[in-house]
C-alpha cells in the first residue's frame, strides 16, 4: 500500500489507502480531459470564482486543516497554520492576476502587427512532496487551474488525508469533477500517467533522484516539464553581521519545519573573525529547543515526518563522521516514542566526505569557517545544488555584490529563504528547472501563441 498515515508524534498508523484500480485510473484521467474541454472555453472571471473561494475556504478551515497535517507529518501546529494560510493567500494571487499575467502581449514587427497570446495547453501532472503538504498544491493549482488547464496530482505516499481534503476544498468551492483530481498511485503508475497521451505537462517537486526519473520520463514523450528539487543553502555571515539580528535567523533558518525544507539554511559559512562567537550563541539556541507534542502550541522541537525519513537521516551523520567530519552538538535520536532526532551541527567536513555534497533534510547544520568574503562566494558555490541562499551583513550595497556573486535561483540579504506569493522561486543545477509562483508561475505551462496581421503582396 503506497498510501499510509502514520502519526510521527508516536509512529502510530492512523489509516491507509489502496492505490488506485486500472478502472478508476480510466476514470479519473478521462474527467480531467472531459473538464479541460469546457474548463478552457471559461473566462478568468468564472475561474476565479472558484479559485478565490477555495482560498477563502482554506482560510476559514486553517485549524482543520492544520490539524490534518500536523497529524500525518509533525509539523508543528503553528506553522502548520501559517501554512494553510499561505496556501489560502496564493489561491487568491492568482484569482485575482492570473488575466493580467495572461494578457495577450503586443509585439513589434518592421511589418503588420502581432501579438502573444497565452492560451491552456491541456491536463497537466503535479507529482508533489509532504513537507508543505498544502502550499506545494496551492503552487500548481492556483496558477494552472487559473490559466485554464486541469491538474491530476500524485501527492506523497505519507500524507494521504492532507492530499483528500484539498481535493475535497476544490470541490466544495465549487469546482467541477476533473478540475483537480487526487491519484492515489504508485511510482510504476506515475510513468504510466507521464506517458499518457492526455497529459501534457508535469511539474513536480521533490529530490533530486524523483526529479531525474520523472524529468526523463516527460523528456522521451518530449512533454514539458518543470522540477524543483533538492537544495543545500548557504547561509553566508559577514565579519560587519549583526549577530543579534542574525542567530534567531540562522537557527529558524535551519529548524523551521524541524529542517525538512528544500530552501533550509544548510550549510553556514561564516568569516573567520566572527566564526567563535556565531558558532557558540548558534548552539546555545539550538540546545535550548525542547522536543514535544507538535500539537502543543508550546512545543519548539518537532518530529521528523517519519520513522524512514530519521533513520535515513541518523546514517548520514554517521557516515559523515566516520569520513572525517566532527559531530560539535546532537547527532542522536531522541530517547522518546516518535520520529524525534536532536538539533545537530556538524564541522570540519572537508570536500573529499561524501556530506560537503550532500542534503541533509532536518535539524543537521553544517558550519564552515572561512577567512573572507570571497571564500564564502566560493564555498557557496562548491555546490551541486543552486536553489537559494542568504548573506547577512550591516551593508546592504554589499550583500546585494555577494548574492549576485552566488550561482542559485534565490538569495536574500539579511533575510532567510522564504517564498511569498508574488516572488518566483524556483533553482539552478541539481535544484531543477522552472519557476513557481509569482508571473513567472502561471507562464509555465501555456501555449505562447504569435498571431500575426501583414498585408504584405502576393507572392509571384
Ligand atoms: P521524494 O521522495 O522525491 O518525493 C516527492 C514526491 O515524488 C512524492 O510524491 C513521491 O512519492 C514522488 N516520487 C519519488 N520518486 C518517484 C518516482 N521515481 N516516480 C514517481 N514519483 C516519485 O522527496 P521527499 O523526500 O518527499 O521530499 C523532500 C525533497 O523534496 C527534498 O530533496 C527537498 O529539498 C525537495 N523539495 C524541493 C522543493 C522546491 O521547491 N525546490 C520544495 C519542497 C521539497 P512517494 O511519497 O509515494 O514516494
Same mark, same amino acid.
Given at each position: 500500500?503506497?498510501?499510509?498515515?502514520?502519526?510521527?508524534?508516536?509512529?502510530?498508523?492512523?489509516?491507509?489507502?489502496?492505490?488506485?484500480?486500472?478502472?478508476? !485510473?480510466?476514470?479519473?484521467?478521462?474527467?480531467?480531459?472531459?473538464?479541460?474541454?469546457?474548463?478552457? =472555453?471559461?473566462? !478568468?472571471?468564472? &475561474?476565479?470564482?472558484?479559485?478565490?473561494?477555495?482560498?477563502?475556504?482554506?482560510? %476559514?478551515?486553517?485549524?482543520?486543516?492544520?490539524?490534518?497535517?500536523?497529524?500525518?507529518? +509533525?509539523? &508543528?501546529?503553528?506553522?502548520?497554520?501559517? %501554512?494553510?494560510?499561505?496556501?489560502?493567500?496564493? *489561491?487568491? !494571487?492568482?484569482?485575482?492576476?492570473?488575466?493580467?499575467?495572461?494578457?495577450?502581449?503586443?509585439?513589434?514587427?518592421? #511589418?503588420? @502587427?502581432?501579438?502573444?497570446?497565452?492560451?491552456?495547453?491541456?491536463?497537466?501532472? +503535479?507529482?508533489?512532496?509532504?513537507?508543505?503538504?498544502?502550499?506545494?498544491?496551492? &503552487?500548481?493549482?492556483?496558477? =494552472? $487551474?487559473?490559466?485554464?488547464?486541469?491538474?491530476?496530482?500524485? =501527492?506523497?505516499?505519507?500524507?494521504?488525508?492532507?492530499?483528500?481534503?484539498?481535493?475535497?476544498?476544490?470541490?466544495?468551492?465549487?469546482?467541477?469533477?476533473? *478540475?483537480?483530481?487526487?491519484?492515489?498511485?504508485?511510482?510504476?503508475?506515475?510513468?504510466?500517467?507521464?506517458?499518457?497521451?492526455?497529459?501534457?505537462?508535469?511539474?513536480?517537486? +521533490?529530490? #533530486?533522484?524523483?526529479?531525474?526519473?520523472?524529468?526523463?520520463?516527460?523528456?522521451?514523450?518530449?512533454?514539458?516539464?518543470?522540477?524543483?528539487?533538492?537544495?543545500?543553502?548557504?547561509?553566508?555571515?559577514?565579519?560587519?553581521?549583526?549577530?543579534? =539580528?542574525?542567530?534567531?535567523?540562522?537557527?529558524?533558518?535551519?529548524?523551521?519545519?524541524?529542517?525538512?525544507?528544500?530552501?533550509?539554511?544548510?550549510?553556514?559559512?561564516?568569516?573567520?573573525?566572527?566564526?567563535?562567537?556565531?558558532?557558540?550563541?548558534?548552539?546555545?539556541? $539550538?540546545?535550548?529547543? #525542547?522536543?514535544?507534542?507538535?500539537?502543543? %502550541?508550546?512545543?519548539? *522541537?518537532?518530529?521528523?515526518?517519519?520513522?524512514?525519513? *530519521?533513520?535515513?537521516?541518523?546514517?548520514?551523520?554517521?557516515?559523515?563522521?566516520?569520513?572525517?567530519?566532527?559531530?560539535?552538538?546532537?547527532?542522536?535520536?531522541?530517547?522518546?516514542?516518535?520520529?524525534?532526532?536532536?538539533?545537530?551541527? $556538524?564541522?570540519?567536513?572537508?570536500?573529499?566526505?561524501?556530506?560537503?555534497?550532500?542534503?541533509?533534510?532536518?535539524?543537521?547544520?553544517?558550519?564552515?569557517?572561512?577567512?573572507?568574503?570571497?571564500?564564502?562566494?566560493?564555498?557557496?558555490?562548491?555546490?551541486?545544488?543552486?536553489?537559494?541562499?542568504?548573506?547577512?551583513?550591516?551593508?546592504?550595497? &554589499?550583500?546585494?555584490?555577494?548574492?549576485?556573486?552566488?550561482?542559485?535561483?534565490?538569495?536574500?540579504?539579511?533575510?532567510?529563504?522564504?517564498?511569498?506569493?508574488?516572488?518566483?522561486?524556483?533553482?539552478?543545477?541539481?535544484?531543477?528547472?522552472?519557476?513557481?509562483?509569482?508571473?513567472?508561475?502561471?507562464? @509555465?505551462?501555456?501555449?505562447?501563441? $504569435?498571431?500575426?496581421?501583414?498585408?504584405?503582396?502576393?507572392?509571384?
Amino acid at each position: 500500500m503506497t498510501y499510509q498515515s502514520f502519526n510521527p508524534f508516536d509512529g502510530k498508523l492512523i489509516k491507509g489507502f489502496s492505490d488506485i484500480s486500472a478502472t478508476e !485510473y480510466e476514470q479519473k484521467l478521462s474527467q480531467a480531459q472531459t473538464c479541460f474541454e469546457t474548463w478552457r =472555453h471559461t473566462t !478568468y472571471a468564472e &475561474r476565479a470564482v472558484i479559485i478565490a473561494k477555495a482560498g477563502k475556504l482554506l482560510h %476559514e478551515r486553517a485549524d482543520e486543516f492544520a490539524r490534518i497535517m500536523t497529524m500525518e507529518m +509533525g509539523k &508543528r501546529i503553528g506553522e502548520a497554520r501559517a %501554512e494553510v494560510e499561505f496556501s489560502s493567500r496564493i *489561491l487568491a !494571487y492568482y484569482a485575482k492576476n492570473a488575466e493580467r499575467f495572461l494578457a495577450p502581449v503586443r509585439l513589434d514587427p518592421v #511589418v503588420g @502587427e502581432a501579438h502573444m497570446e497565452s492560451s491552456p495547453i491541456g491536463v497537466i501532472f +503535479g507529482v508533489e512532496p509532504w513537507n508543505f503538504p498544502y502550499y506545494q498544491l496551492a &503552487r500548481v493549482a492556483g496558477p =494552472h $487551474l487559473m490559466a485554464g488547464n486541469t491538474l491530476v496530482v500524485k =501527492h506523497a505516499g505519507i500524507v494521504p488525508q492532507c492530499a483528500l481534503a484539498f481535493e475535497k476544498l476544490l470541490l466544495d468551492a465549487g469546482a467541477p469533477v476533473g *478540475l483537480y483530481t487526487n491519484l492515489f498511485i504508485s511510482h510504476e503508475q506515475s510513468e504510466q500517467v507521464v506517458d499518457d497521451p492526455r497529459i501534457k505537462g508535469v511539474c513536480l517537486t +521533490g529530490s #533530486v533522484a524523483a526529479g531525474q526519473s520523472i524529468a526523463a520520463r516527460a523528456g522521451k514523450n518530449l512533454k514539458i516539464s518543470s522540477m524543483e528539487l533538492g537544495g543545500s543553502d548557504a547561509f553566508i555571515v559577514l565579519e560587519d553581521a549583526d549577530l543579534e =539580528h542574525t542567530i534567531p535567523w540562522a537557527v529558524w533558518g535551519r529548524m523551521y519545519n524541524t529542517g525538512q525544507t528544500c530552501c533550509a539554511a544548510k550549510r553556514f559559512i561564516v568569516v573567520d573573525s566572527v566564526a567563535d562567537a556565531f558558532l557558540s550563541k548558534f548552539q546555545a539556541a $539550538l540546545e535550548a529547543l #525542547v522536543a514535544g507534542d507538535p500539537m502543543d %502550541e508550546k512545543t519548539t *522541537l518537532g518530529p521528523l515526518s517519519s520513522e524512514a525519513a *530519521l533513520v535515513q537521516l541518523l546514517k548520514q551523520v554517521d557516515d559523515a563522521v566516520a569520513k572525517g567530519a566532527t559531530l560539535l552538538m546532537g547527532g542522536k535520536r531522541i530517547s522518546r516514542p516518535g520520529s524525534y532526532m536532536q538539533p545537530s551541527i $556538524l564541522t570540519d567536513i572537508k570536500p573529499d566526505n561524501p556530506a560537503f555534497r550532500d542534503e541533509f533534510f532536518g535539524p543537521v547544520a553544517m558550519f564552515f569557517r572561512v577567512k573572507d568574503e570571497a571564500a564564502a562566494i566560493a564555498l557557496a558555490n562548491d555546490s551541486d545544488f543552486g536553489l537559494g541562499g542568504s548573506v547577512w551583513t550591516k551593508d546592504v550595497a &554589499r550583500g546585494k555584490r555577494v548574492a549576485s556573486k552566488v550561482d542559485t535561483g534565490m538569495m536574500f540579504i539579511n533575510n532567510i529563504d522564504w517564498s511569498d506569493p508574488e516572488l518566483p522561486f524556483g533553482g539552478i543545477k541539481n535544484s531543477g528547472y522552472g519557476r513557481e509562483l509569482g508571473d513567472m508561475g502561471i507562464q @509555465e505551462f501555456v501555449n505562447k501563441k $504569435l498571431v500575426r496581421v501583414a498585408s504584405m503582396r502576393a507572392p509571384g
